[in-house]
């Protein structure tokens, strides 16, 4: 079975500060989905990496892909209170494209 | 962008009672629909995949015959949840995509959810 591990599961750091997010698995996955959810909503794709070592960006947030396709990261600098919510991973393993999800970080940025 | 939409958006009944919820694509045909399950402060858990025309597919510890999966069209799948209990109340959440399962690229969009509270 492959297991998807996100870390840090809960962070709440301050307004400007810098964070990051990783989900770390043993197996390798052919794309690696970051998502953002809303409490009562979906979760709303953020980025897709497919390329060992690819990185991404999307304003402030930096998507990593390691080298592997084992485990990917996301870095948010300088966070804002609007960066606040439920961030998710998901990863397509090769044999077939049920995402497998990690736990979640839920993300508070205080004003 | 694709547009996924869930009917209804939250649903409340009495334990014993069975609840529909729709899943639509709004602007596209979706090969394969996704219906998730998701508790408080925890992340998705699939319950099953759905191919248009054929049965679903349920993942392991999910019940066929309590929930319920039709997917008639290529925009279209629906949730039955047969008589409910208070234990089924959960954020259920549906997803399409397009393409062939070959296609890993491929981008699930995701409904925005249906709430369901069974008394």
């Known amino acids: 079975t492959q297991l998807l591990e996100q870390s840090p599961q809960f962070l709440s750091i301050q307004e400007g500060e810098n964070l990051t997010v990783y989900c770390n698995s043993s197996?390798?996955?052919?794309?690696l989905q970051w998502y953002r959810q809303e409490p009562g909503e979906g979760p709303v794709l953020l980025v897709t990496?497919?390329?060992g070592g690819e990185v991404k960006k999307l304003k402030r947030l930096t998507f990593q892909f390691g080298d592997a396709r084992k485990d990917s990261s996301l870095h948010i600098t300088a966070a804002q209170p609007g960066d606040t919510g439920l961030y998710l991973c998901?990863?397509?393993?090769?044999?077939?494209?049920?995402?497998?999800w990690g736990a979640g970080t839920k993300l508070i940025i205080k004003p | 962008g694709a547009v996924v939409s869930q009917h209804p958006s939250w649903v409340i009944c009495k334990s014993g009672t069975s609840v529909k919820i729709e899943c639509r694509s709004l602007?596209?045909?979706?090969?394969?629909m996704f219906w998730y399950r998701q508790f408080p402060k925890q992340s998705l858990m699939l319950m099953a995949t759905?191919?248009?025309?054929?049965?679903?597919?349920?993942e392991q510890g999910v019940e066929k015959d309590k929930f319920l999966i039709n997917h008639a069209s290529l925009t279209l799948s629906t949730l039955t949840v047969t008589s409910a209990h208070p234990e089924d109340s959960s954020f259920y959440i549906c997803?399409?995509?397009?393409?062939?399962?070959?296609?890993?690229?491929?981008?699930?969009?995701f409904g925005p959810g249906t709430r369901l509270t069974v008394l």
């Open positions: 759905s191919n248009e025309g054929s049965k679903a597919t349920y």
């Open positions: 602007d596209f045909q979706a090969t394969t």
């Open positions: 990496v497919v390329t």
């Open positions: 998901a990863g397509a393993p090769d044999s077939n494209y049920q995402l497998i």
């Open positions: 997803s399409a995509r397009r393409g062939s399962l070959a296609d890993y690229t491929d981008t699930q969009y």
């Open positions: 197996s390798v996955f052919s794309s």
